[in-house]
């Protein structure tokens, strides 16, 4: 297979990874989206689907009804998706296909790296969501441990600590986050979803707040921290899902206490108006706010 791939251009070979890339993330790929995605014509396109065949046939089957290619049981990988660029490339609208890893800068360093999840378990949940089918999953809870649950998911965020699924979870009847390295198994179920388990029924997800952060009260010279932030006089306005602010607040170590009581702990950011967590989930994890 790879002497096949060397004797191809680069430019089919993002063709191919493309098909690639959209049987295993989203279960199936029909010749007009590499059309539109690369502006090929239906022949050559068609040659691209023999070209890919040909390397991997039980890759994919065509499925007549919806003149599209979908993703068999037995499918495996004919390209090496790193981890990190399939986040990144999703988490922006999806890249070009090939994801080669970074390689590191000498001059240029990233201290803090998320752990990945397994990309077999990221794949799976990218095309529950994409194809709206809620699934069976082995998941590991801090406060319950190991389980068998059935959820619907509808997205996938980066937290700023770790990668997580926002999904309906049936057990409990709400949608909640799901910690995406803590998955054992993720098995699609042939189910349609309750109207109740969309996304659009997610209101902590779709409701967005505003907070209101000016430079912590103890900090001396507080305009170093206002140019660190790009303030407008005084003050940064982020506006951000309900179900993620407390995400926030706690990667940006914003001081969420009444009084702004937080010394020496880290804090550079107070929350100006901490009565816009009313109602937010996940208000334990902003640094110092009570309820």
Not at 228 to 239: F, I, N, S, T
Request: net charge positive.
């Amino acid at each position: 297979m790879e002497n096949e791939l060397d004797s191809m251009n680069h430019g089919q070979k993002e063709r191919l990874a493309f098909i690639d890339f959209s049987l295993q993330y989203f279960g199936h790929v029909a010749r007009t989206d590499l059309i539109q995605r690369f502006k090929t014509g239906l022949a050559a396109s068609t040659r691209d689907f023999s070209a890919y065949k040909a390397l991997a046939p039980n890759n994919l089957i065509l499925v007549h009804q919806t003149k599209s290619y979908h993703r068999t049981k037995d499918f495996k990988p004919v390209f090496k998706h790193d981890p990190e660029v399939i986040l990144t490339s999703l988490s922006r609208g999806f890249g070009n296909g090939i994801s080669n890893g970074v390689q590191p800068s000498e001059q240029c360093f990233d201290a803090v790296r998320l752990i990945h999840p397994d990309q077999n378990i990221i794949a799976a949940l990218m095309r529950a969501i994409h194809i709206k089918q809620p699934i069976e999953c082995g998941y590991v809870s801090i406060s319950s441990g190991e389980s068998t649950r059935v959820i619907v998911p509808h997205a996938i965020v980066n937290n700023g600590h770790r990668w997580h699924v926002r999904a309906y979870d049936r057990k409990h009847q709400s949608f909640r986050d799901f910690v995406c390295t803590r998955f054992t198994f993720v098995t699609p179920l042939a189910q349609d979803i309750n109207t109740l388990e969309s996304r659009k029924f997610d209101g902590q997800w779709n409701n967005q707040i505003e907070l209101v952060l000016v430079a912590h009260p103890s900090i001396k010279y507080p305009k170093a921290i206002e140019l660190d932030y790009a303030m407008v006089e005084g003050k940064l306005r982020v506006k951000v899902r309900s179900a993620l602010a407390a995400y926030l607040l706690r990667q940006w170590q914003v001081d969420c206490s009444q009084g702004h009581k937080f010394r020496g702990q880290g804090c550079q950011l107070a929350l100006a108006n901490l009565e816009v967590l009313n109602g937010v989930e996940n208000t334990p994890l902003a640094p110092g706010y009570k309820t």
